[in-house]
Nanobody, 126 residues
Framework: QVQLVESGGGLVQAGGSLRLSCAAS????????MGWFRQAPGKERDFVAG????????YYLDSVKGRFQISRDNAENTVYLQMNSLKPEDTAVYYC???????????????????WGQGTQVTVSS
């Protein structure tokens, strides 16, 4: 099993940046595919970004391509989401998720993931 704890959310003005972190427990972090999802009030939880076990394959929601970057540090058991040029429509609770296995393809639906963090709020003011 793995436990996930997100941090780094907050309030930022449009055009600003935030870096989310997700710290994972356990000794097999490098065997997990990691993803970031977000959920705005009254909306479904959507895939934002995913990264394979090695960090060599990344995937993004179209609306965040070129603005967000997912990365991971397997030595530190941490996955990051660097968010730049933030827009009010990026406002949501951001969740970290893990899927056991060394997959490298796109994994973008909630039910494909095995473990979830508690979420961190990101609010972008206009």
């Amino acid at each position: 099993q793995v436990q996930l704890v997100e941090s780094g959310g907050g309030l930022v003005q449009a055009g600003g940046s935030l870096r989310l972190s997700c710290a994972a427990s356990g000794r097999t972090f490098s065997s997990y595919y990691m993803g970031w999802f977000r959920q705005a009030p009254g909306k479904e939880r959507d895939f934002v970004a995913g990264i394979n076990w090695s960090g060599g394959n990344t995937y993004y929601l179209d609306s965040v391509k070129g603005r967000f970057q997912i990365s991971r540090d397997n030595a530190e058991n941490t996955v990051y989401l660097q968010m730049n040029s933030l827009k009010p429509e990026d406002t949501a609770v951001y969740y970290c998720a893990a899927k056991e296995g060394r997959y490298s393809g796109y994994i973008g639906t909630q039910r494909q993931y095995d473990y979830w963090g508690q979420g961190t709020q990101v609010t972008v003011s206009s």
